[in-house]
């Protein structure tokens, strides 16, 4: 099925040129905000993953807030665009290419694991839990099922949106910061700001 996802995957990134023009998702920058709230301002060297990071504008913008950046994903076009970002950007980011259903992160090693408009139950919570060190961040935004009845709606397949609440069941032994559905002008999606219990 992944090798599916990397064909479809590198067929779209194929047809697009490096975005010009690096904005993050709002969700992430307003969690950001609340994490420093929570925390203080976060220390140059902090480590951030960007999980299916597809062009890389989150993890690009991460890395301009001084975090130590890494980035996975299953396209190489997808990688050789973000990469180009990145430079064009002068900025650091250590891009990964790997099949996350197969993809085990360095373990504990990550302060903030970022998930946008990526769903699979399996491998998200596994890898998400596997990266966080305890008392780490995790920052996730998909696609809500209310989407689906949008009349601008452009997801043929509903099981890739979450309930309302969904995603505290993936993550049940994460404190929950916020959960909440947010409809936009262009999108229904399920916001998230979850924090790694810490061990014992
Ligand atoms: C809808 S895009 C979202 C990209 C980015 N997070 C964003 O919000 O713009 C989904 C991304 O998941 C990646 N992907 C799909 N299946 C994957 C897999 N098995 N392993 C790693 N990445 C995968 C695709 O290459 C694509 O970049």
Known sequence: MSVRDEERWNEKYAKREPPSNVEPDEWLVEALQLIETACGKTEPGQR?????????????????RNWCSDAVDISTNGLDLARQSATANDVDVRWIQADLDDWIPASGEYD???VFR???????PRVVRSALRPGG?????????AQCSRSDNHL????????PGEVRTLFPDFQVVVDREDVLHD??????????QSDG
């Open 118 to 124: 990526f769903l699979d139950r399996d491998t998200v």
């Open 48 to 64: 951030a993953l960007d999980v299916a990071c597809g062009l890389g504008h989150n993890a690009i913008w991460v890395a301009q």
């Open 156 to 163: 043929s397949n509903p099981a890739f949106t979450l309930a």
């Open 112 to 114: 903030l694991v970022v």
């Open 137 to 145: 961040w995790l920052v996730y935004e998909t696609f809500s099922a």
């Open 187 to 196: 999108r229904t999606v399920q916001r998230f700001l979850g924090r790694r």
